[in-house]
């Protein structure tokens, strides 16, 4: 079996009304490899119950990755 840790540390803000701006560092050590991870993110509020953004990541464990995120809030 695999056992591991992960530590992630972010920060987040908001840069007007609808916009939120973010990003994080992160280690990761599984068995005997050790990664780091990094992402940085954009999120515009339309309104209060729905935000579309945009992430990118910085992974060494799955490759770098763009995303494209929506948030609903019920």
Partial sequence: TETGMELNLG?????????????????????????WIGSAYARFHSTELFSIGGEARINDTYGDQLMFTTRFKF
Wanted: no cysteine.
């Fill in 11 to 35: 920060i987040r803000q908001w840069l007007g009304p609808q916009l939120e701006v973010g990003g994080k560092v992160g280690y990761t050590s599984i068995d005997s490899e050790e990664d």
